[in-house]
């Protein structure tokens, strides 16, 4: 039912940039990309979303084609702490609809 | 601003008993969302709950139910508990389920059944 796909695992270098990839072919024009990321036993936890533009926060910023099918997560200086599994989501169900998860990137940042 | 409490963090039941589960939304938020998560499944969403109305709902069977109260207030029930049914369920809120909103999620309940 998910309609994105994601690598099932990556490793990044402690203080370099994660970039962590994401298909969405299926994307209709109104829908949102979002990322979240879990860390072992805890709930998800938001780190940002975008429609069509390029978006940046004070965790990550996000680059999505110009043609919507695919977009970036980039965390800029991963540190240990950044080890999760991130998810990226599309809403499936219209603009009421619900966030169906998919299986997410394992990241795991190393020293 | 509280975040999304659930209760109770840990719970162990044994086969064919039955469990509710609770969580307290953010404070205005109208919307509970109910996820269920096993290593072999992943997150699977069962089912959201908007102004006391159940909205979408996930595959899953009919042992699992919820409500909502009038304060946004949510519970999830289980019934005739199954060893499989020994996962994370995760809650979380948001305002109105507006297309661009986001999902604020729990720390979960950890379920065992024996």
């Known amino acids: 039912d998910a309609k994105t796909t994601q690598p099932p695992s990556m490793d990044c270098a402690e203080g370099r940039a994660a970039n962590l990839p994401c298909n969405h072919s299926?994307?209709?024009?109104?829908?949102?990309v979002y990322w979240y990321r879990q860390i072992h036993s805890q709930g998800p936890q938001y780190i940002i979303h975008?429609?069509?533009n390029n978006e940046t926060n004070e965790m990550a910023s996000l680059i999505i084609t110009e043609d919507r099918k695919s977009s970036t997560l980039i965390l800029p200086h991963a540190t240990l702490r950044d080890t999760a599994v991130y998810y990226c989501?599309?809403?499936?169900?219209?603009?009421?609809?619900?966030?169906?998860f998919g299986k997410g990137t394992k990241l795991s940042v190393k020293p | 601003k509280a975040g999304v409490t659930q209760t109770p963090r840990y719970l162990i039941k044994t086969r064919g008993q039955q469990v509710t589960l609770s969580c307290s939304p953010i404070?205005?938020?109208?919307?509970v969302s109910w996820y269920q998560q096993t290593p072999g499944q992943g997150l699977q969403f069962l089912f959201e709950?908007?102004?006391?109305?159940?909205?979408n709902k996930g595959n899953f069977p009919g042992r699992f139910s919820g409500r909502q109260f009038s304060n946004s207030r949510s519970e999830m029930n289980v019934s005739t508990l199954e060893l499989g049914d020994s996962a994370l369920y995760l809650c979380?809120?948001?305002?109105?389920?507006?297309?661009?909103?986001?999902?604020?999620f729990g720390s979960g309940t950890q379920l065992s059944v024996l």
């Open positions: 979380a809120s948001r305002w109105t389920g507006g297309p661009n909103e986001k999902l604020f």
């Open positions: 299926t994307i209709s024009g109104n829908e949102y």
């Open positions: 975008g429609l069509k």
């Open positions: 989501i599309v809403r499936v169900g219209g603009s009421q609809g619900n966030l169906i």
């Open positions: 404070s205005g938020h109208r919307s």
């Open positions: 709950y908007f102004s006391e109305t159940q909205r």
